[in-house]
Nanobody, 126 residues
Framework: QVQLVESGGGLAQPGGSLRLSCAASGSIVSVRTMGWYRQAPGKERESVALIIRGDATNSAADYVNSVKGRITISRDNAKNTVYLQMNSLPAKDTAVYYC????????????????WGQGTQVTISS
């Protein structure tokens, strides 16, 4: 099977920065799409950003409108890791952030299954 482990959450001041990481491990053949969702208190889970694996040098990324220009998603295919660099953080970005990955593994290849991380708390407060 496949496991996703997140790191990098915590407390930041408004206007500050945080970088989240999520590493996939296990019987991986190929990691296709990787991304992040978040869930704020009392709100539904929403997609923040995703990145689709392209060729050796290119990946395609997409963002929810509310984070464009402030948040950058990237990935290291050799490490099966996705990153979320968050800058100019406002208080409204406070939420639990969950990474996910669509993975073709030994039990599913060539099809993919979606796996989730455990979630990491991001709190923006002065």
């Amino acid at each position: 099977q496949v496991q996703l482990v997140e790191s990098g959450g915590g407390l930041a001041q408004p206007g500050g920065s945080l970088r989240l990481s999520c590493a996939a491990s296990g019987s991986i053949v190929s990691v296709r799409t990787m991304g992040w969702y978040r869930q704020a208190p009392g709100k539904e889970r929403e997609s923040v950003a995703l990145i689709i694996r392209g060729d050796a040098t290119n990946s395609a990324a997409d963002y929810v409108n509310s984070v464009k220009g402030r948040i950058t998603i990237s990935r290291d295919n050799a490490k099966n890791t996705v990153y979320l660099q968050m800058n100019s953080l406002p208080a409204k970005d406070t939420a639990v952030y969950y990474c996910y990955a669509k993975v073709a593994h030994r039990g599913s290849w060539p099809k993919t299954e979606t796996f989730w991380g455990q979630g990491t708390q991001v709190t923006i407060s002065s």
